[in-house]
């Protein structure tokens, strides 16, 4: 009987101890002389779904005109956190978001703040291309009309022909813009949706795993768009792919259920993990 009590103490001395390890998770973070300045910044950013926390207690500096991986497991928050900057959880009942997120200072959060105007601010690239049933043209012209930022035709053929050609797309579509987007290969289609968020003139472009749906050669094309356009934008990325990560990006952060493990430089996080979770999740202990 003693001996069951013993084994009973000793489960429960081990469950506490997990708890207060859970509570108290520090994330472990390298930082890097060589970034840029931050625009971006979360801190204590916790998601719960009803009763349900999907995310712990999340901070981190997004630093400007540079890529940022976020990585981990299935389910390990990273999405969650993604879909926070830009407000995209506001549109599911029952989410509640709690801590900062400002962007040059300002809150995302505050209740004043216009969020089609945020979302203008922060574009968003899905994990599948998802191009509007309509011509590649009114594709990419849809949200500078929306947003009253072309005067007249003229601005806005600019806009839609500057915006493709930042996306590497005008050159495969110039004889065809008013041809359905639909009707254009998976990755003409992502680099179609990428103008389309580029058009209304973002800071900031959030990317939600944008090559898992295309082939190897569409993944590398969209690859070099993204080092292309970290010279004027600040993008974040989630990737289920560690060489993506390592390829395209200057910072890394990992997740796992929920918490923000490690951030750092990427090479540090792929070369030197100092966190033994991110160094089994790197290796393929974990996944």
């Known amino acids: 009987m003693n001996q069951v009590l ?5 489960l429960e001395m081990s469950a506490t101890h997990s708890k207060d ?32 926390q999907a995310l712990f207690d999340v901070s981190i500096d997004i630093p400007e005109k540079s890529v940022s991986a976020l990585i981990g497991p299935s389910g390990c928050g990273k999405s969650t956190f993604l879909r926070c900057i830009n407000r ?3 549109t599911i009942e029952g989410c509640k978001v709690t801590g900062d997120i400002t962007l040059d200072g300002q809150n995302l959060y505050d209740g004043n703040l216009d969020v089609v105007e945020l ?10 291309p998802n191009p509007f049933p309509k011509s590649i043209f009114e594709n990419v012209a849809y949200g500078p009309k929306i947003h009253g930022l072309a005067r007249n035709k003229t601005d806005l053929e600019e ?3 500057t915006s493709l050609q930042k996306a590497g797309l005008f050159e495969e579509v110039k004889d065809r813009l008013h041809s359905p987007g639909t009707g254009l290969s998976g990755g003409q289609q992502q680099r179609l949706c990428i103008a389309r968020a580029m058009a209304v003139g973002p800071e900031v472009i959030l990317m939600d795993e944008p090559c898992s749906a295309l082939d190897p050669i569409a993944t590398a094309i969209i690859e070099e768009l993204i080092d292309e356009l970290r010279s004027n934008y600040t993008i974040v990325i989630v990737t289920h792919s560690m060489q993506q990560a390592a390829r395209v990006s200057q910072k890394t952060a990992f997740f796992h259920l929920g918490k ?6 990427t090479e540090a996080i792929f070369t030197n993990p100092r966190e033994k979770r991110t160094q089994d999740y790197i290796t393929g202990r974990i996944g």
């Open 119 to 128: 979302r203008a601010r922060i574009g968003m690239v899905f994990q599948k």
């Open 6 to 10: 013993t084994s009973r103490s000793a």
């Open 21 to 52: 390890a859970l509570a108290s998770h520090q994330t472990v973070r390298t930082p890097d002389p060589d970034a840029h300045p931050s625009r971006l910044r979360a801190d204590g950013v916790s998601v719960f779904y009803g009763d349900k």
């Open 88 to 90: 995209m959880n506001d």
């Open 260 to 265: 923000l493990i490690e951030e750092g430089p």
């Open 159 to 161: 806009i839609v022909v």
